[in-house]
């Protein structure tokens, strides 16, 4: 899925790669290069399959390419799943 780049976020000085992701920028990826928290790790698996990835990044302070990868990573490790149903950190409410 290719994210549309909207005018004014270039007018911003946003940047983003072929695919619409957002490249870095401090101002909104303060965690970058930072270690996965058990915490952040439980929220992206958990709504990695129907929130938008943008939105998660601004959640996480995390470049989008950063959390596509990280899920890569955690689905070829078989640990996907578990974080997505941990409910330590992310507790619904019903």
């Known amino acids: 899925m290719v994210q549309k780049v909207l005018k004014e976020d270039l007018e911003d000085g946003l940047r983003f790669d072929k695919q619409g992701r957002m490249l870095y920028h401090p101002d909104f990826h303060f965690n970058n ?3 996965y928290t058990e915490e952040e790790l439980e929220y992206l698996c958990r709504f990695f ?3 938008d990835i943008r939105t998660i990044s601004f959640a996480l ?3 989008e390419t950063s959390l ?3 899920v890569s990573m955690l ?4 640990k996907f799943s578990y974080y997505k149903r941990l409910n330590k950190h992310c507790v619904s409410r019903r």
């Open 33 to 35: 290069g930072k270690r």
């Open 49 to 51: 399959d129907f929130d």
């Open 61 to 63: 302070g995390r470049p």
């Open 68 to 70: 596509a990868t990280q």
């Open 75 to 78: 689905k070829k490790q078989g």
